[in-house]
Every structure is written in C-alpha cells, then in structure tokens.
DNA sequence: GACTGACATCACCATAGGCTGATACGTTAC
DNA sequence: GTAACGTATCAGCCTATGGTGATGTCAGTC
C-alpha cells in the first residue's frame, strides 16, 4: 500500500485524506511552525510561551498557529484568556507512515531495479 | 529522541542533518512533486515519462526534478540521451522515523497532560 | 463600567516559488 | 556534418506566502 497522495495505486486509502497531505507538509515546511511543532510535541504551550521560545512575534505566531490548525495539526483549547495548543499525534502518525509505506516501496524498487524501459 | 529540526531536546541526531530536513519538506509539499515521488517509488523513470504520466511540460518537471535532486530525494542516472530518475529511501525512511518520534512525543504529552503553567 | 492582557484579524509590503516560452547543450540517428 | 530528440537552463510573469503594524475582540481585574 502506498500514499494516499495519488487516486491509482493498490487499494485501500492511507491515514489521511488525499488533499489533507499537500495542507500537512506544507504546514511542516515552514522552519518556524516545525519549531512551534517541536516544542508542542514536549507540553501543551499557549501564544505567550511561544513568544517567549521563539522570538516571533505575537501577530506572526498567530499567523503561523492558523495554519498549523487549519492542518489539522494542532489543537486549542482556551483556558480563561489563554490559549493552549497542543499537538495531535494523528496527524504525525499518519505521515508517518505514509512516508514509511513510499520509502519501502522505494526501496523494493531499488533492489528489484525497476525501471520502465524509454 | 525527538526531531532534528531544534538544536536542545535529547541527545543523537535523528536521521538527517537539520537544515536538510526543511528543504525535503518543501520539496515533497508540493502536489505535483508529491506525485512524482509517488510514481518513483514503483519504477525508475526519465523526464519523458514523467511528461506523460503528469501531463505537465518539459520545462516544469525539469525545474520540480531539480529541487527534488537538491533535496536528496531522488537519484539521476544518464542513460543514452535519457536520464532515469529513481526515489532515494533513505530521504524517505529518516522523514518517516522523525515524524514515528515527534508522534510517540506528542502522544507521550497528551497522555501525561504535560502542559505549561502561564 | 473602565482598564489591562491574551489572542485573532486585517491591510500592506516584500519575497519566494511555480509556470511558461525561448534557448542552449549533449546524445543518437541519418 | 546535419538533423532530431531528450533534457537543462534562463528570463519573465504571476500568485502564494511570510513578516509587520494597526486594530478588534473577549476574558479577567480593579
């Protein structure tokens, strides 16, 4: 079984949706948001702490945490006037073995020295 | 053992050095370069093949090839006037195992509750 | 109820990055 | 040698995206 990234392949549907996967690595390829990712994987941060970690500023945080949320990355949960984020394992898992399944299957085609003829 | 991404965390750097993992991250986040990972990891093919399975031009895959040779993720090998591009596990296999840690991490946190005191 | 702090949103700018046509280069075929 | 083919490079356009300051909103605090 191979990624879900394109519709041929065998079978049954990966971990994540199709379109989530392109919105995911995208969020990852940002080396600020892999930063915020980082630290979430460690505690449950809110904005303030971030602030402090990174050195980013509050609005650009801001920014960054959209997209980290809208990628189904992280998770917010308000408390009082704060905002606490933290990472969803899900959505690491799934790539984590998507990328596992492209890279056997790579390998296999290493070995077995696949190579469709011109 | 976390990602390679952050310089403090615990110890043995993961499977690729640093700086390269941003740039194997958007390399492979981007649909159309996804999809020719995709179909390398089944065979070895050259640019003339990959025209047709995409459907996009010469002059695009030959730029998207590049930034995947750049970040490691895939192999030229000149055959005749052809070049035959075929997909490093490698790249793929320490993508997979840093993102198996981040996710054991994040899943670690959420289980424990880890969470920072504003 | 007015103020402060945490956070989100908006408008703007600068840059990066993807797509394209034109073109150059190397290899095979004639 | 010349032509045809596969591929890489270049210059230009256009959109997407990251950074920033100003502003809005909501929750506590006095």
Redesign the interface.
């Known amino acids: 079984m191979?990624?879900s990234?394109?519709s041929d392949?065998s079978g049954a549907p990966a971990t994540g949706t199709a379109p989530d996967?392109?919105r995911v690595?995208?969020a990852?390829?940002?080396?600020l948001r892999?930063?915020i990712?980082?630290?979430?994987?460690?505690?449950?941060?809110?904005t303030?702490?971030l602030v402090e970690e990174t050195g980013a500023k509050q609005t650009n945080l801001s920014n960054h945490l959209k997209i980290l949320r809208e990628a189904g990355l992280v998770d917010t949960e308000p408390?009082g006037r704060?905002t606490?984020y933290?990472?969803?394992?899900e959505a690491?898992?799934g790539?984590?073995?998507d990328?596992?399944a492209?890279?056997?299957?790579?390998?296999l085609?290493?070995e077995a020295?696949?190579?469709?003829s011109?």
Chains 1, 2 share one sequence.
């Open positions: 191979v990624m990234v394109d392949a996967q392109a690595l995208r990852l390829a940002d080396p892999m930063r990712v980082s630290l979430l994987s460690r505690e449950a941060l809110c303030t702490h408390c704060f606490y933290a990472l969803r394992p690491l898992t790539l984590a073995a990328f596992a492209l890279a056997s299957a790579a390998r085609t290493a020295g696949f190579k469709r011109c």
